[in-house]
């Protein structure tokens, strides 16, 4: 029986090895003319720059039963992810199921099915599936902050279309936004640009790539959190915990600047945000080459960005790392009613059961539609919704309406968030009803490792040939950081 998967990135590619795996023929519709997503950084299409590096730690943002190249440093850049991503895509023989440069303009039910119809090379298509997996994935649509961008008489770029520094040489240049892609963009400003200004409405938690000796989410995400469940939803509560340990851990944001303070009165009564970033973005901030401003940018005028305050900054070039939304303009009408779809909404753009189905839309599944810190979310989200849409997910429909109506309440009152879900807990959700047990005892004794990084190399240590690839990520891992040693 065929599956269609529309997307062409890490998604789609996770989503047709599950399906392969569950006895599901691929049927991929792919709307660039290569496969890789964002990773590609094609210019005209929503991706990445050739200089970044990946935030996770590459063993935690493996595919489970791929092991990555231990020379491919621990935050790989576009390039090694597209050799990975080539090398999975080889190991499952996915690429005869790819069908690229074709466009997906709608999908609708059909008498029980569903209608799929896409463009390639200038003509129509339409066929009907009884299954399809929509993996366009989150980073689909760039987000701004402002309304009325054509005003400004420079330039915009955003993390989605940026490529090259040389836009910032000899220009003002404002970034709007202190999250990961905003302090990415300034930091690449520096060295041309005439004067950088970073602009944000609130200070976040700031924490280097490196903690305690090691990649930060090794440190965040080891075994011994699968013995810390907690509710899957951002809340206060899971949000404070996460605060009060990380404060502890990477110390107080005005260390780095004094307009980074955060006001300790407000832990536990409001949501904070966290960013990763190098040790030489916060030295540039320390010495004055990026300027830090607090404030929020509500407009553009001709010359730069207009602040809720009225302020006026001046600018050549405006940098934004204002995020990205899911795009879903190719659903029907009923489609985007039954999931309540609103691009609109930053938070939630779709309501469903942990953002993966909904039980009004059978053989229907999303995978990327919520983008994880937490490692292999690409492949339990597409397990999660392939067990689903062939019935075999073994959790009851009581559940299943308990999780949508968890979504509708984030909507409505999980404000100031970057995510709907924490990102620890929504892991150890997906184990749950995956029913994915994880055996540290066995960890600790057979790989000679004590409390290391959740990799999914050992989300399925019982697969055929599961043990050598965990034995070589665990050697490596022995010398790189004997932290993690049994014996250290």
Same mark, same amino acid.
């Given at each position: ?30 709307? *660039? ?17 050739? =200089? ?21 440093? @621990?935050?790989?850049?576009?390039? #090694? ?10 190991? #499952? %023989? ?6 690229? =440069? ?32 929509? =993996? ?32 910032? $040489? ?64 951002? %809340? ?9 340990? +990380? ?30 970033? &190098?040790?030489?973005?916060? @030295? ?8 830090? #401003? ?21 600018? @050549? ?15 029907? &009408? ?70 949508? $109506? ?10 100031? *968030?970057? =995510?709907?879900?924490?990102? $620890? ?5 997906? +184990? ?51 932290? +993690?040693? $049994? %014996?250290?």
């Amino acid at each position: 029986m065929e599956v269609c998967i529309i997307g062409g990135g890490l998604s789609a590619v996770s989503s047709a090895k599950i399906c392969k795996d569950h006895g599901l023929v691929p049927f991929i519709l792919n709307k *660039s003319s290569a496969l890789g997503g964002v990773w590609k950084g094609f210019e005209g299409e929503v991706g990445v720059w050739p =200089s970044l590096r990946c935030l996770n730690e590459k063993h935690l943002f493996s595919f489970s039963d791929y092991l990555w190249n231990l020379d491919d440093p @621990d935050h790989p850049n576009p390039f #090694h992810i597209l050799n990975y991503m080539n090398g999975f895509i080889e190991k #499952h %023989d996915l690429s005869q199921y790819f069908h690229n =440069s074709c466009e997906v303009t709608r999908l609708e039910r059909s008498d029980g099915d569903y209608k799929v119809t896409w463009t390639h090379n200038g003509q129509t298509h339409e066929r009907i599936f009884k299954y399809v997996v929509v =993996s366009t994935g989150r980073y689909s649509k760039i987000n701004y902050p402002f309304p009325n961008p054509e005003i400004f008489s420079g330039e915009i770029v955003h993390g989605g279309n940026y490529r090259n520094a040389s836009i910032f $040489k000899d220009k003002k240049v404002v970034a709007v936004g202190l999250s990961m892609t905003a302090s990415e963009l300034a930091f690449d400003a520096v060295p041309l640009a005439q004067s950088v200004t970073q602009v944000f409405k609130r200070p976040y938690i700031c924490m280097k790539r490196c903690m305690q000796g090691a990649p930060f989410d090794m440190i965040l995400f080891r075994t011994s959190i699968i013995n810390q469940p907690g509710s899957a939803l951002t %809340d206060l509560e899971n949000n404070n915990f996460f605060n009060q340990a +990380f404060l502890q851990m990477v110390g107080k944001p005005e260390n780095f600047h004094p307009l980074w303070k955060i006001d300790e009165s407000i832990l536990g009564k409001e949501l904070l945000c966290a960013k990763a970033a &190098d040790d030489e973005y916060y @030295d540039a901030v320390a010495e004055g080459k990026i300027i830090q #401003h607090k404030g929020q940018v509500v407009k553009v005028y001709e010359h730069g960005v207009i602040l809720e305050d009225g302020t006026q900054l001046e600018a @050549d070039v405006i940098a934004v790392g204002a995020g990205f939304q899911p795009d879903y303009d190719y659903l029907s &009408d009923e489609i985007k009613a039954t999931i309540q779809y609103d691009p609109k909404e930053k938070l939630l753009a779709t309501i469903m059961c942990r953002s993966i189905f909904h039980p009004d839309l059978p053989r229907l599944c999303f995978v990327g539609n919520f983008a994880s810190a937490a490692p292999g979310h690409h492949e339990l989200q597409a397990e999660i919704g392939v067990k689903y849409m062939i019935g075999t997910l073994d959790i009851s429909n009581e559940e299943i309406w308990r999780c949508v $109506k968890d979504e509708e309440f984030a909507r409505q009152n999980v404000k100031g *968030s970057m =995510s709907p879900y924490d990102f $620890k807990n929504y892991l150890l959700d997906n +184990f749950r009803m995956l029913k994915i047990d994880i055996n540290i005892e066995r960890i600790e004794n057979e790989l000679g490792l004590k409390d290391p990084p959740l990799v999914p190399y050992l989300y399925y240590m019982d697969r055929p040939g599961q043990m050598e690839i965990c034995r070589a990520w665990a050697e490596d891992l022995k010398i790189k950081y004997p932290m +993690f040693r $049994k %014996d250290n």
